[in-house]
């Protein structure tokens, strides 16, 4: 398993083909820390898998020999062998090592008194190879309960039920064949199972007689009596599922009333098989404790053996369907199932269809159910805002008239549906953002237009050629979210991320360059670009003036820092005057005016940009 092969659709096609043959998967893992998804990890499941990053190479195939080999740990030799009418072949098992289980010869006499390894002994007796597995951790009791249900409830739902667990625990769908030949066999047991039945019936009178006394001294006081069919009388209309199907979550289904004294927590206690436990909770209901019990003691709590008690409360599991609470995808005449996406509608499993299974299932083939309610692509989205917006797949509204109307539906309500990633469906017409030119003109006129753009350059000429408010000088036109004004505009470039265009009309780009020194904080002469329009220069060697606490420039090239001090007290000679003027050429090299004498070699030095002003200001003070 990697990414790559996730990806390519050719190991898709193959992993696909081996799952339809029921043929044995042992996943490999090739990549670091990657977790499989979508159609891989709908095929691997549960299985387990062998990690060549984590093991040594031999140990790692070691593992992998191990693995495939799992499935003939209870293969069945037997010879070819003409059979009489009259004969019955009881084939022996396999020599099972030291670690496996030990098949006591001699099973007793009451199948509820089998334990986990006396109740694989007669599966397997009897060819029962996928059963075994299937019932790894089933006694006697369990077996029990199994044909009860299976001889009261829906054939349909039992065997649906029963297919998903093995698909989970064995990676193999259930023979039909193997589980008819499991109730022939029990059924043979008929009067002993009866018997068996009869014996863990507690009779409760709750009303004036309390408790009575149980009719056998080894069964347990708090089983009043087994579940009842569906029949006729729909006392029980659901059958439990093994919620580990589920990825270990249990649904959110109300819990049954049970005879308990309301708003008094009670302890709670489960049975599952031979095995008791006591989790450290308090309950309301015996069905909530039962929930407790499946999630966490999964290894020892089925769907078959889980009995719990709050208090004096008993219960086994209820719950309802399966298909009334988890998404269904019908694509291409194939059906998907991801077990951890729990529904409300048709509708939302239409989007989680759509989104799990991408390659699979199109808009065009792909039919979604939550439990009965089912409808395809066209009948669902019909009228309806479909938003799909970098990847993701929003319904924002009930009704709609056209997808362009949904664009700005879905622009406006979602945060990852930006002008350049959303796309807007209207039923089965769809239609992605196209943006169109806005003018605004001066302070008093903006409007949209509805001509769609490329640019915000053409825009400009749009605005100007169709409204008599929108000039050369007052103009600016924006495509989408791109703006530009009419009037030539000074655009600072400082660095890769300070990119800022100013409210004001140039004349040449070594303005702009002036300008933005002295009006944005990220530029300085070693990173602005000046642009006036179209026209751009970086920063030449100016001179710059310190005059008290202002900077200013003066329009000249530099060649020194005397020049530059000249410059700024001939310029701006009600600002610059002899006694607070620095010269500077090129903002690094520097010199200031000697009071007497003019400007001085003596009086140049070369400093840092970053220690002008405190210069400035230790000069102003001394002097």
Known sequence: MSEQYRKSNYCRAEAQYAF?????????????????????????GQLLYVDFNKYEFARAMEMLFKELKATEIVNVNTANVQLKQDTLVIPLAVE???????????????????????????????????????????????LLYLNDFIRNGDGKVITSLLQEDSLRKTGHCLSLIELSCFRSLMNEQKGCLQSDLNAQVTKI???????ESAQTNNIDSKRSQPRQGLGITLVDPYYAFNPDYMGGNMPNVPLYQDNFAPNRPSSCRCSCGYMSFAPPITCMGAQSCVSYCLQMYPGHCTLINTYGCCGSSCRYFQSESLDNRYCLCN??????????????????CLTKCLAHFPQICIPIATQACC????????????????????GNTYYPSPKCMNPEECVSTCMTTYGDCTYSETEGCCGAACTAYIPTC????????????????????????????????CKQDNTQACCGNDCINGFPSCTCMCGANTIMTL??????????????????????VANVRGCCGTDCAPFFPTCQCQCGSGVYYA????????????????????????????????????????????????????????????????????I
């Open 503 to 524: 409210p004001m009309s140039c004349g040449s780009a070594e303005q702009c360059v002036r300008t933005c020194l002295q009006s944005v904080p990220q530029c300085n």
């Open 205 to 211: 009178n709750s009303s004036d007689k309390g408790i």
């Open 20 to 44: 339809q043959c029921e043929r044995k998967i042992v996943p490999i893992l090739l990549q670091k820390q990657y977790k499989p998804d979508g159609w891989l990890l709908f095929i691997i």
């Open 371 to 390: 439990g009965q309610d089912c409808k395809s692509y066209s009948q669902t989205v019909a009228n309806l805002c479909a938003c799909r917006c970098q």
């Open 555 to 622: 329009s000249i090239t530099c060649a020194s820092a005397e020049q530059c001090t000249n410059a700024c007290i001939s310029q701006y000679g009600y600002l610059c005057s002899p006694t607070n003027t620095i010269g500077c050429c090129n903002g690094t090299f520097c010199t200031k005016r000697n009071r007497f004498l003019g400007v001085s070699h003596a009086h140049t030095f070369q400093v840092s940009y970053s220690a002008i002003l405190f210069s400035l200001n230790f000069f102003i003070f001394f």
């Open 438 to 469: 806005s003018c605004s003109c001066g302070p008093e006129f903006r409007t949209m237009t509805s001509v769609p753009c490329r640019s915000s350059r053409s825009c400009v000429e749009t605005c100007m050629s169709s409204y008599g408010a």
């Open 96 to 142: 099972m090592s030291s670690s496996n289980l030990v098949l006591s010869p001699i099973l007793p006499e009451k199948i509820s008194d089998w334990t986990q390894a006396q109740t694989q002994q007669w599966l397997i007796q009897h060819n029962l190879v996928q059963m075994s597995r299937l019932l790894i951790d089933c006694n006697g009791l369990g």
């Open 331 to 348: 694509c291409a005449g194939q059906q998907y199932l991801n077990p951890v996406d729990q529904c409300t509608s048709s509708q939302a």
